[in-house]
């Protein structure tokens, strides 16, 4: 394979190759099989309008996205944030199972370990109302 020089290169074709690659690494990453993510439970239940961490992870970003299916007593707002940042909100208006899921900011580089913390808020109502994360995985 011939090697290529920057001196060989006008400047509109090294923009065009970095592109390029840019392109082929998110199809890559598209590619990438999903990995499971365990979430310790900090709270079983939330009754507050403010949201309240209910579980939360660190694990090194390998991807670019994250799900995580959670269990809801009823009407809920689930929220997934990175360094008290919110990259995704599911609202549910019954008990069930939800899944929120949203993109990791740019700014957390591959790699790299952050805490992911899954929270949680009453939509209405009052008392205790259960919430529990069975299960993530990150893309």
Known sequence: MTQIKASDQRLHDLVA??????????????????RGVTFSTQATSVS???FETVAWSV???SGS????DVTVGGALEVQLAVDGVAIGTKTSTAAGTITVSG???STWTFG???????????????G???VT???????
């Open 17 to 34: 190759l970095v592109k390029d690659l840019q392109a082929r690494v998110k199809k890559l990453e598209l590619q990438i099989g999903m």
């Open 48 to 50: 507050g309008t403010s």
């Open 65 to 68: 996205s994250l799900a995580v």
């Open 133 to 139: 994360v069975l299960g993530a995985w990150h893309r």
């Open 112 to 126: 790299a370990r952050k805490r992911v913390d899954v929270r949680a808020r009453r939509t209405s109502g009052s």
């Open 103 to 105: 993109f990791l900011p």
């Open 59 to 61: 694990f090194p970003r």
């Open 128 to 130: 205790a109302m259960s």
